[in-house]
């Protein structure tokens, strides 16, 4: 091999190289978690829960459904505890016309998301807003059973679900 042809050799040998696609590259070992930027969620959660349904459903079942069995779900679910005036005359039509209107907003007996006729984001939006403008528990039952009227913690503990939950499902 005379110097030139080996001269030749090594020079088109390194533009090969250089000029392979960087996928084909040596990997550095530990390079693909190092370069996640920050904030970036990791690969094997995305895999495992990647609309954010599921921390999201575990989240309302740890925090916000406790409070929902107790304050909204005499009317929003398949499980009513009828309250002592269910039986008197007049309010039995009332409770039970409530109840299935309730229902078909928003029905929470299978946790979230919920069975309704809007989006499990907009089922967020309108439930911050029932919290904020205290429409829910409507007044009229309110007045004959107080304690299902929100503590202020408990709207806390509400609003800042729906928000976290909002960034958190796509
Ligand atoms: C006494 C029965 C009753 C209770 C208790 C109750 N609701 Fe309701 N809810 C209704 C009825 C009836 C409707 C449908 C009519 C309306 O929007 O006022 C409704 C509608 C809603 C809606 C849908 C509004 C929309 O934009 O469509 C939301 C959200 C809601 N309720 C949340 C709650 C939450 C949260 C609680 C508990 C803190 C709760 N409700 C407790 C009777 C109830």
Sequence with gaps: MTKRTKFRMIFVSTVYILLRPA?????????HDKDLKPGAT?????????TGMISVREDYRQRVEPIFKKNCMDCHSAQTHYPWYYKIPG??????????????????????PFKSHATPLE??????ESVQKGTM???SYRLMHTS???????????????EKSKL???
Excluded: C, N, V
């Design 42 to 50: 990791t690969p094997q959660i995305q895999k495992k829960d990647p």
């Design 168 to 170: 958190l499902i796509k």
């Design 137 to 139: 528990p409507p007044f």
């Design 23 to 31: 996928s084909t590259w040596p990997h550095q070992g530990h390079h």
């Design 148 to 162: 299902l009227a929100l503590t202020d913690g408990e709207k806390k503990t509400i609003l800042d679900w729906a």
């Design 91 to 112: 309010i039995k039509q009332m409770i039970d016309s409530d109840i299935s209107e309730a229902r078909g907003h928003l029905d929470f007996s299978e946790g979230y």
């Design 123 to 128: 089922d967020l939006d309108a439930i911050a």
